[in-house]
């Protein structure tokens, strides 16, 4: 179903956080704490843990790990299942320098085969991680807007080559006792879904986020001129499950619009595309936070703050 576009998301607006379902509490703190460098700000429960990068105020975290019941996973089997869901969320460092020392931090403590790959993607760098639950994780630097391609306002040319990462190895500092940088945020989301098109109709055209470039098999979407703060992809294929929060995998991710009559004009949208709006009853923030689910069933807050 095509939709006509009349709402713009605001520009300003980021992924705020990411909320994680976790087989192990204790295995995944080892990992975005002890391995990654995140700071443990607090915890609703035992079973709930909330990360934040290193130096940042204790309010706003970046991550949520809630621990669900392995019970829960189809068949007992999560890697056999294709499903709607997180492909990878992105962590973006403030430099390229970072993105070195976290690279030589990887090599030098990890035993583990948590990482999968790097890549040079014209407007960034990137490391490719998997968490103990098999989570994606993105690790990487953006280089200036003014080096990126562009091919209108919002249109920016991303490829994948190679990326040099025995010279980003020497562009590390000696002796470095690593930890997630103040600055760091999540820089994107990137989504498993079952059909591009619905997928771009509901980020597009009722979100109201700009298309900003096309690869086979996926779209890219942003609020501004960034390259993108979501993707989609069907590299699963069409036939997939819908999205279970329920399960291991990805809870929800947040989006900030920064403005209340923003996020007043987005409600408005959904109310009138039907959309269904769940409240958000267990997390308030600032008591204007709400739920909604895509096509494919992936949950997403929207506040503002």
């Not at 040079?120 to 989570?135: A, F, G, I, Q, T």
């Not at 990326?163 to 500092?173: G, H, R, S, T």
């Not at 997928?199 to 960034?226: K, M, Q, V």
Request: glycine content about 4%.
């Amino acid at each position: 179903m095509k939709f006509t576009r009349s709402f713009e998301i605001s520009p300003s607006t980021s992924v705020a956080n990411v909320r994680l379902n976790v087989y192990s509490l204790e295995k995944s703190l080892h990992f975005y704490r002890d391995l990654l460098g995140f700071k443990l700000i607090g915890k609703f429960s035992e079973d709930d843990a909330l990360l934040a990068p290193i130096g940042s105020n204790n309010k706003d975290h970046l991550l949520q790990l809630s621990r669900v019941d392995a019970t829960r996973v189809i068949e007992g089997e999560k890697s056999s299942i294709r499903q709607a869901g997180l492909y990878h969320f992105a962590i973006l460092l403030p430099s390229r320098r970072h993105l070195a020392n976290i690279f030589r931090h990887l090599t030098e403590n990890s035993n583990q085969p948590y990482f999968e790959g790097a890549a040079d993607h014209s407007v960034s760098e990137s490391l490719y991680l998997r968490d103990p639950d098999s989570n994606g994780v993105e690790i990487y630097r953006d280089r200036g807007q003014s080096e990126w391609k562009r091919s209108g306002q919002f249109q920016v040319e991303m490829k994948i080559d190679h990326l040099n990462l025995k010279q980003l190895l020497k562009e590390a500092e000696d002796q470095i006792e690593w930890s997630m940088p103040s600055d760091t945020i999540i820089g994107h989301v990137h989504l498993h879904v079952s059909d591009l098109i619905e997928s771009r109709n509901f980020y597009s055209e009722i979100l109201g986020f700009h298309h900003t470039c096309s690869y086979p098999g996926a779209n890219f979407f942003a609020a501004d001129s960034y390259h993108h703060h979501i993707a989609t992809n069907t590299w699963q294929g069409n036939d997939i499950a819908k999205a279970d929060s329920r399960q291991p995998g990805l809870d929800h991710f947040s989006l900030n619009l920064r403005s209340k009559e923003n996020l007043e004009e987005l409600l408005s949208q959904l109310r009138r595309m039907a959309i269904e709006v769940s409240e958000d009853d267990d997390n308030k923030i600032n008591n204007e936070s709400f739920f909604i689910l895509d096509p494919d069933k992936i949950k997403i807050q929207i506040y503002y703050k």
